[in-house]
């Protein structure tokens, strides 16, 4: 029992045999000391909901029962401080990706930019209906009440802080949450500046025509990673095929293709509300070219990270439609309408794997192009040798903040 089960470690009995024991039980003893810490911030909350939010966390960690706590959190709405704790993110479980690890983020709601971004939300079940795809696969109705907010990341715990640092969320990952609910996207502002300038500006140097490296813009930037995690409401969680959820059944596969998903819907997104004028930032070119270049950027994290793998398919996708050249200099150029062309192309085929449910066809899809070929490989050589960080990494914690002298 409990095999597929987000939160429970496997192991064998005395006889041999193989059984799932909780995490709560198997990690009792921090359990209970965070679950202790949690009710006692609690009692510090000004916001009431805020409050019952970490107050049923705390028995979810003791319980194993997360989804009231998710419902809660949900429901909470005026907090200015926001706690992300918990087993939530599978992309450890490099078996099925099934198990949830524990990670923390203490973040600080920007309130003019969440009010900018909760606009988008309302065009969700519009979007869900326009997308390139059979309407089979676009059914399930998107929740219209969930909300998009940015926020600055004071401190990055467990599973977010080891490897590659996150710089949008997307939860709950509770299936029937999501369907009841929506979900939150959380834009975490400084950690995404900081990534921009560090890194995405230094490899579009390197790796871009003079003419388009204008057209890399943080905007661009903030946007195309804004509409990954919109893009994650889109779509279908269940199979059409009585498959199961979506998740179950693509296995080890279901993170890299639900990234692949978010990432090239979300600039469908983009290109979509650019030409209702909801979007008046920049250019289509901006958001193509800063999407262009932060594919380099991701498929530096390489072949076991879900996200590294989404982008090589894109990447190899691309290439095949003749999204982008590559001239003799090594320097790459994006086809704007080959470009155009290969998003609904690779949207369809994404929406349709996934409503299908089709293991042996997604297997079959990052087998041939989730791997890096030959001259890829050396334009991220020169990338490395030019001593451009991959990641950037935190100097984080209470003496940081000033709320500690020792
Ligand atoms: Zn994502």
Redesign the pocket.
Known sequence: ADKTGLYSMVVRDENGTLKAIPYAQYFADPLQETAKLLDDAAELADDPAFANYLRLRAKALLSNDYQPSDFAWMDMKSNPIELVIGPIETYEDQLFGYRAAFEAYVLLKDLSWSERLSKYAAYLPELQTNLPVAAAYKKEMPGANADLNAYDVIYYAGHSNAGSKTIAI?LPNDEQVQLEKGTRRLQLKNAMRAKFENILVPIADMLMVPEQRNNITFDAFFANTMF??VA?GLGVKNTINDKGTVRQALKEHASALE?GK?DILGLYMVSQLLEKGVISEGTLEDYYTTFMAGIFRSVRFGASSAHGKANMIRFNFFQEYGAFSRNSDGLYRVNMDKMAEAIDALSRLILTLQGDGDYDGVSALVAEKGVIKATLASDLQRLTQANIPVDITFEQGKKVLGLSNQ
């Open positions: 997307n990954h995690e994650h990234e978010a």
